[in-house]
């Protein structure tokens, strides 16, 4: 194979039989790797099969402007591309944004059959499904539950018009979200640690309320994963500035909201092209959150040691049964830690 179409190869070329099913993990995988880059455009995978299911094209979306994943994989694909079989993250978009639709392209390429996980809710460029059924592709919507986390951000963007939230917290054996007095003001241990900063690395904006600056003269960056795009840090404080001699100065991008409710701090987030936050507060500010129904992911680490005397209960006392009564969300260890990340519905 020359080089240059050793390069543009899809990784699965060569397998004789892709199922679909495997091209849409494949497709989840290569999306995955666009969850920063392509913000604020969703993160899509394609994958596209020729008709003996044999994988010719595949593709991601990388940054606005950029061309959309199923034009990278059609593209690769190129004259083995008629009556293939186009496997996509989120429904084909149906609009002229930066560049043309991608249901036009679909159509011209000659693929005839098109299957997608997660229905778009923007309603600039949804349709593409009804647009191609209605022009004669066989069109199939598979829920993937790995694509809908891809694309929970998206879908809370374009659906809520706020901010996607991904509380992250800390809790003791016993539910609490503070140690005893006097005891080491970790719960977790340095791989949780580094967890936390490389999904700093990955969102918009970080917020806290002033309560933790006071209490953990913390620095709220993703220090462990310097690479990693440097996110805002905001914090939450309606009565008093941000006190001068505190290490969360020290973050080049900061803010403070002084606006009274959760509502109206993410909408002024929005405002700043903030599309997803982390939200790393107290109990204070975090059950405020969670009663406004203002949370849409929970990434609750919970330490191996018992505090029986802590304080601050977590919204979540027991997140290994909800896990088990909830289907959806997973469990990981990080060293003696375990980490439950939790999809919750959300307002
Ligand atoms: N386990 C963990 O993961 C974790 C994480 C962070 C902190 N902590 C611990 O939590 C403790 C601090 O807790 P905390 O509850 O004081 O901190 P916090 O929740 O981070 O901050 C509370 C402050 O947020 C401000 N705030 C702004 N908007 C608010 C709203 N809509 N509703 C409620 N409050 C709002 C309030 O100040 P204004 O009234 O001035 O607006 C309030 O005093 C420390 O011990 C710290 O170590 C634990």
């Not at 899809?10 to 495997?22: D, I, L, N, T, W």
């Not at 999306?31 to 994988?55: I, K, T, Y």
């Not at 790393?280 to 406004?292: D, F, I, K, M, R």
Request: aromatic residues 4%; hydrophobic residues 35%; contains cysteine.
């Amino acid at each position: 194979m020359p080089k240059e179409d050793k390069a543009a190869a899809p990784h699965s070329r060569g397998v004789a039989f892709v199922s679909e099913e495997a091209a849409m993990d494949r497709a989840v995988r290569l999306g995955a790797r666009s969850w920063v880059s392509a913000r604020p455009n969703p993160p899509v995978g394609c994958v596209v099969l020729d008709e003996n299911g044999q994988a010719v094209g595949e593709g991601r979306h990388i940054r606005p402007g950029e061309p959309h994943a199923e034009v990278v994989a059609l593209n690769q694909a190129g004259s083995r591309a008629p009556k293939s079989t186009l496997v996509v993250t989120l429904e084909p978009c149906n609009h002229h944004g930066r560049t043309p639709p991608c249901s036009e392209r679909i159509l011209k390429s000659g693929v005839r059959r098109v299957v997608y996980a997660t229905k778009d809710s923007n309603p600039t460029a949804e349709g593409g499904a009804t647009f191609l059924r209605h022009h004669g592709v066989d069109v199939q919507h598979t829920p993937h539950e790995g694509a809908d986390r891809l694309n929970a951000p998206h879908l809370t963007w374009c659906g809520k018009g706020r901010p996607h939230v991904i509380a992250k917290w800390a809790q003791t054996q016993e539910g609490h979200m503070c140690p005893p007095p006097n005891h080491d003001r970790w719960i977790t241990g340095i791989a949780s640690r580094r967890e936390v900063h490389r999904l700093r690395g990955r969102v918009d904006a970080i917020l806290t309320g002033l309560g933790t600056v006071r209490a953990d003269d913390c620095r709220l960056d993703p220090r462990l994963y310097p690479r990693r795009q440097t996110p805002l840090v905001a914090v939450a404080s309606r009565n008093e500035s941000i006190p001068r001699d505190t290490n969360i100065r020290k973050n080049a991008k900061l803010t403070r909201l002084t606006s009274p409710t959760p509502e109206e701090q993410l909408s002024s987030l929005a405002q700043l092209g903030v599309q997803v936050v982390l939200l790393e507060a107290g109990p204070t500010l975090l059950h405020a959150y969670w009663q406004a129904g203002l949370v849409d992911e929970a990434w609750v680490f919970v330490g191996p040691v018992g505090m029986p005397n802590g304080s601050g209960k977590s919204p979540i006392p027991d997140p290994k049964e909800r896990l088990r009564l909830h289907a959806q969300g997973s469990a990981t260890s990080f060293g003696p830690d375990h980490l439950y990340r939790l999809p919750i519905e959300s307002n």
